[in-house]
Structure formats: C-alpha cells, structure tokens
C-alpha cells in the first residue's frame, strides 16, 4: 500500500466517521421533533419571573426599529420585562431613532444605553457586559439587533426553564426571514434548518446537549453572576459561554417551538466576513476548552468538545487531502489503487447528504417541497465547498489574531 493509499484511506475513514455522526443525530433529532409536535410547552405557574432582554446593536439603524417593536409586542405581562439595547458606539441613526421609540412607548420598561469608542465599540460580550450591569431581571434573555421574534417566544423559553432546575439556559431557533431573497438565504434556509436545528434536537436528545445560538436564547442571572459576565476575547460568546453553562453542572434545553426570525446575509461578501468570524470565534472556544478533555468532572461535555474539534480540524483537513489526492490521481502525479473505491464513498456520501438534508426540511411547515432537492444538489457542490475556505481563512484569522495578540472589536454583519 502507497503512502497515496493511506492517506486517502484515513481521509475516507474520517470522513466517513463524522457523516454517520451526523446521520445519527439527524435520526434522534427527528425523532425530538415528532416527539414534541403534539406536546405542549410546560404551563408557567405562579407569578410571571421579571426578565431582562438584551439587544447588543451596532450600527443596525436599518433593522432596530422592527426588532424593539416586535419585543414590545411579545405575548408576556408587559409589567415583567424590560428591553435593554445596547447602542455600542454607533455612527448611524440608532441614536434617534431608538430615541424616538422611548418617546412613543413612554409607559414601558425601554431602555437605551449609548456607548463611545471609549467604553464601548470592543464587540458583543463587552456590550452584553455594559448591558447586564443595569439589568434586574432573575431571568436573561438575548435577541440580535435584526431578530423578530414571534410572540410566544419569550413566554415559551420562560416556561420550560422555570419547569426544570436543572436547566441552566434554554435556548429557541431562529428562522432565515429572507429566504427568498436570493439562491444565498436559500442554501442559508437549508444550513439552518438541517445543520443547526436537527442537530442541536439530535444533541439534547442523546446528550442533555446544546449550545447557545447567540439569539432566542434565556438563562438565569445567577450563572452569568457566577461566571463574572461574558469573555471578552470570545467572538463566538455563545458558544463559550455554553461551556461555562456545561461546566457548573446546568443543562441548556433546546426548545423548537420558541421561534425568532432574523436577516441573513444576502450576497457572498457579507456572508463569508460573517462566517469566518464564527469559525474564528468558535476555533478559539475550541483551544481554550480542549484540557477539559483530560479533566474526568468535564465529561458530560466531551462529546462536544470532540464534536466541534472534529468537525473544525478533522472534517476540514481530511477533505482537503481526499480532494487533492484524487486531483493528483487524476492528473497521473500520484497512484491510488482505491481511487475507484474513494470515488464511490464520496458518491454515496453525497446521496447519505442530500437524502438526509432533506427529511430534516419535512419538520417545518413550507419547507417540503420538491424544489428544495435541487436546492440541496447544488448547495454540496457549491455552498459547501465554500465551507472549506471560510474554515481555513477563520483558522489562519485566529493563528494571526494571536500571534499579534489583537483586541476584540465589533464584526459588523451588512443589513439589507
């Protein structure tokens, strides 16, 4: 057997290793959704719990007004939340018109806190801790600056945490509202739905696992007290956060009928600065918490320590070999005697992809249609290759980034 031959084996290998992962929890994850479809979300009993709603908004003049209107209009005594916007060192109309909006609803609990370069502008953790200082609420929820979240929402997410002490944090989904708009916030539709969604129901089904989406998402005032606030290093606070979550013993539930609608990106310039900042942020989450893998109290959240690794350095690196090899094969620079062998794994892997993608979309109501299939086809030869180099330039961005130790700022993602 060739050097080629055992590389490409071992890429095969691997490759083939995290697509039955996946496949696995799109199962269980399907089976959370039937299981939920005719369950009601638990009843909220006794007095409704005070909750704090932040927005961390910078330069979002083109969405705030929507989102804070929506919030306003949440299904929850208007008497039990405040909405806390963050306008973090904005240059736009943010100010005004969140001004404005104070004006028009004088009764309510709004509150705007207005940033400078000085104490703001040093990205979304340093905003959610600004925010959370004149916050009062027992419980914490979070909504992105473009979020419009459906009535229910809060009361939903309200509900099942204070149903069950062991949760430290449930979190909803977000829906792609423009995904119409372009063959972009199509495959972004399909990503969500399959790649986020199912596996975060996959992962609580089997695991008692989830992470938080960065939006839609509540916890209690006590964790972020007890964890000192949000790192300010992490892009991806979220995701760092959850960890944090994990390691004092909490659960963070995943509750899909609590749903908010956000603006995805719509051209392939904004969503890859979009995307690169969230490998970026979630490879640095990765090192910081790659000890606990050692650590024998932290094992409850191997699985996703692994799982993340896996999918950041192993998935990436392996395709990158297979592909090259088969190039090289091809063009008679290197022999492979499982060339043949390989070409017919990666066949079937994209049939096990596009078969699997789409049973995930029949849980949503408009997304099962036949349509979609050629919408999935044409996402693996494109939309997920272009997932190689968002992993790769968000892993050569974070190796930079610490070699010159650069600060945290804002990564504005364009509104449309």
């Excluded at 638990?42 to 927005?55: C, D, Q, T, Y």
């Excluded at 207005?114 to 609420?137: E, H, M, P, R």
Aim: aromatic share 12%; charged share 20%.
């Amino acid at each position: 057997m060739t050097l080629a031959d055992i590389l490409m084996l071992i890429s095969v290998i691997c490759i083939w290793s995290l697509l039955l992962v996946n496949v696995v929890l799109i199962i269980a994850g399907y089976l959370y959704y039937i299981e939920l479809e005719d369950k009601p979300v638990p009843e909220l009993k006794g007095e409704a719990p005070f909750v704090s709603i932040m927005v961390p908004a910078h330069n979002e003049g083109k969405v705030i007004v929507k989102t804070v209107e929506s919030l306003l209009s949440l299904d929850y005594p208007h008497d039990r939340y405040e909405i806390i916007v963050i306008n973090d060192n904005s240059s736009d109309n943010s100010r005004e018109l969140l001004a404005e909006l104070q004006a028009m609803h004088p009764g309510r609990n709004l509150k705007v806190i207005n940033t400078d370069a000085v104490t703001g502008g040093k990205g979304k953790s340093n905003a959610l801790n600004i925010g959370f200082a004149q916050s009062k609420g027992e419980l914490i929820a979070i909504y992105d600056a473009d979020n419009t979240p459906e009535r229910k929402a809060l009361l939903y997410l309200v509900s099942e945490i204070m149903n069950d002490q062991s949760l430290g944090a449930v979190i909803g989904k977000f829906r792609t509202r423009n995904r119409n708009a372009s063959l972009l916030t199509r495959f972004i539709n399909v990503e969500t739905l399959s790649f986020q969604w199912m596996a975060q129901a996959g992962r609580w089904k089997l695991f008692k696992l989830c992470t938080i989406p960065g939006t839609n998402f509540i916890m209690r005032r006590e964790i972020v007290e007890r964890i000192g606030g949000w790192d300010v290093k992490a892009i991806a606070e979220d995701t760092e956060i959850s960890f944090r979550i994990y390691m004092m013993g909490y659960k963070i539930k995943f509750q899909p009928k609590s749903v908010t609608w956000e603006q995805e990106p719509q051209t392939v310039k904004v969503w890859f600065k979009q995307r690169t900042r969230w490998a970026k942020g979630n490879i640095y989450v990765i090192v910081k918490n790659i000890p606990l893998l050692f650590d024998k109290s932290a094992r409850n959240i191997h699985f996703d320590i692994l799982y993340f690794l896996s999918i950041y350095f192993l998935l990436l690196t392996s395709l990158i070999m297979s592909d090259t090899l088969l190039i090289l094969h091809a063009l008679g620079y290197v022999t492979t005697t499982i060339a043949s062998f390989s070409s017919f794994l990666w066949l079937l892997a994209i049939i096990l992809f596009i078969i699997g993608t789409y049973i995930t979309l029949v849980t949503e109501k408009g997304e099962m249609r036949l349509s979609n299939l050629w919408i999935i086809m044409l996402m693996y030869i494109s939309y997920c290759q272009m997932w190689m180099v968002v992993a790769a330039y968000g892993l050569y961005q974070y190796i930079k980034d610490l070699i010159f130790k650069r600060e945290a700022k804002w990564y504005k993602t364009e509104r449309f």
